[in-house]
């Protein structure tokens, strides 16, 4: 296998835990230091194509074949699911939901992980101090 099919691999048995427990539970738990962590580990990750490829080296992969317009489109759906369900929570705990909401327009999951790692620590804070 090569590098990049290991990571390929690599992703989808990461995801597994958290697949199965919405499966079989209906939730997982919402831990902002597990979303911190991700977020961190997915930024430095990206890190390495961004200085590779440069900011816009995405795009050669999502406009050369129907496949990537494809995954491109895929991902443009999932995070605006994703702020459909996360923004309201974030209004609610007082975030900046334009500045976020921004940040995850211009760069998808490298500040959707961020945010939601913020949203859990407000939302945590906000229960301690209840």
């Known amino acids: 296998m090569t590098m990049l099919e290991i ?47 440069g900011v816009l080296g995405f795009l050669p992969n999502h406009t050369q074949d129907l496949w990537g317009t494809q995954v491109w489109y895929d991902l443009v759906i999932v995070v605006v699911v994703a702020l459909v369900f996360i923004v309201p929570r974030a209004r609610a705990v007082g975030m900046n939901v334009p500045l976020w909401v921004l940040a995850v327009g211009m760069t998808a999951s490298i500040s959707l992980l961020p945010m939601v790692a913020r949203l859990f620590w407000l939302e945590k804070r906000a229960r301690a101090e209840a």
């Open 7 to 53: 990571l390929f691999v690599l992703g989808a048995v990461g995801a597994l835990p958290a697949v199965l427990l919405l499966a079989l539970r209906g939730r997982v738990q919402e831990s902002w230091s597990m979303a911190a962590v991700l977020a961190a580990g997915f930024i430095i990750f990206s890190a390495f194509p961004i200085v590779q490829d």
